[in-house]
């Protein structure tokens, strides 16, 4: 996900760079908040439009109690799937909000309208909804860290932002540095999923400074988008290592392969 200048239109295009980005500024504040996906007016800023809203593939019950995987067949509650009975995952639970596909990779991550501000409330929002019954519980919540190297790439880390947003305002609730990635990884598209864990091995570690915090707490742990899992469970392996007591994790959209368990 890249944070591009954004124009609203090719009027713009001919400015220079900071100029065009001070123009765009006025526009927003002389326009109508937009819809993050399309043109549509909306009321407040960092919101879907109704149609939009409607196009994303939320995900709901039944679904495994550990790792959120969406079951076809409504069962006990406490039913886990396939993937996490062989091998159980070293967070207490995961939940995403959408199923990720081409329409929440248009609608949320390409986002045509908004500032990060807006974009990060708007995501938090959908966050909320799949992890509404532990967010009230948590006592510490971040986000995934971005190793420095992508952190100047992408220049904010969307993650820490909706972590942020969630923790509304709560003092010491919100820890943005509490995991630190310690060394680059390969980007991880295109890896298997046992490719991921190995590249991912050793590439987050608690920031020494929160430390004492993590023991015997309840740690909400916040990421975008969940490809295979690789990334949020070795954070969760790590908080685990720190004696986090209990690692809810929750992302904007998760990947849901079909016909076979992937989660990993
Ligand atoms: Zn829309
Ligand atoms: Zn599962």
Redesign the pocket.
Known sequence: MMDEPRTRDGRLSGLRPGARQLARVALDLLLPPQ?L??D?VVAEPGR??A??FGQVDMITDPMCAICGLPFDIAGAPDRICGACLADRPPFTRSRSAARYDDRIRDALLGFKHGDRADRAAGLARLVARAGHPWLGQADLITGVPLHRYRLLRRRYNQAVMIADVLARGVPGLAIPDLMLRTRATRTQGGLSGSARRRNLRAAFAINPAHAALVRGRHVVLVDDVITTGATVSECAKVLRRAGAAEITVLAVARVVRTGHTTYV
């Open positions: 819809c996906a399309c549509a879907l439009c149609r939009c």
